[in-house]
């Protein structure tokens, strides 16, 4: 199914739909957008230099230093 076929189909549903499942509606398309940002968001932090080198070995001392904290 195209975009543009995935729009109508969902155009026919919701023009049926009363106002309160709508706002319902909106809502979840919101958090459904909200989390793709926030998970794209995450997976650059994720791949960042700076994040990588706090996972190297180089930085395993802090695990010592912080043991009581992550329970490991």
């Not at 995450?42 to 009581?68: C, R, T």
């Amino acid at each position: 199914m195209s975009a543009l076929e995935t729009k109508q189909k969902l155009e026919e549903i919701i023009s049926v739909l009363p106002e309160s499942t709508l706002k319902a509606v909106i809502d979840f398309a919101r958090y459904l957008r909200d989390k793709e940002e926030a998970e794209d968001l995450l997976g650059m932090q994720m791949s960042s230099k700076a994040y990588l080198d706090w996972l190297s070995p180089g930085n395993d001392i802090y695990d010592e230093v912080f043991k009581d904290y992550l329970h490991i």
